[in-house]
């Protein structure tokens, strides 16, 4: 357990898309956006994915949506609304 966090995994055969949240510090933001980047994998600010490769300044931080190959919504965000 790194940081006080465990990932669970259920061994199911019907698995719908759940969003999955990381408060990460602002050098593993901009590298997790490169990679997206370099990948070319779509990211958006908004959990609608309406604003395409843009990224949300809420709370006085930064974050972006993306889907991963499961079809979970991915979040990645510097600043939470509990911590402004």
Do not use: C, W
Not at 46 to 55: A, G, K, S, V, Y
């Amino acid at each position: 357990m790194a940081h006080g966090v465990t990932l669970d995994f259920a061994d199911a055969d019907d698995v719908r898309g759940q969003h999955y949240a990381f408060l990460v510090d602002d050098e593993t933001f901009e590298a997790g956006l490169r990679r997206l980047v370099r990948d070319a994998i779509p990211y958006y600010a908004d959990p609608m994915h309406q604003r395409l490769n843009q990224i949300n300044n809420e709370f006085g931080g930064k974050g972006l949506y993306f889907e991963d190959r499961d079809g979970h919504n991915m979040e990645i965000l510097t600043r939470t609304h509990a911590s402004g």
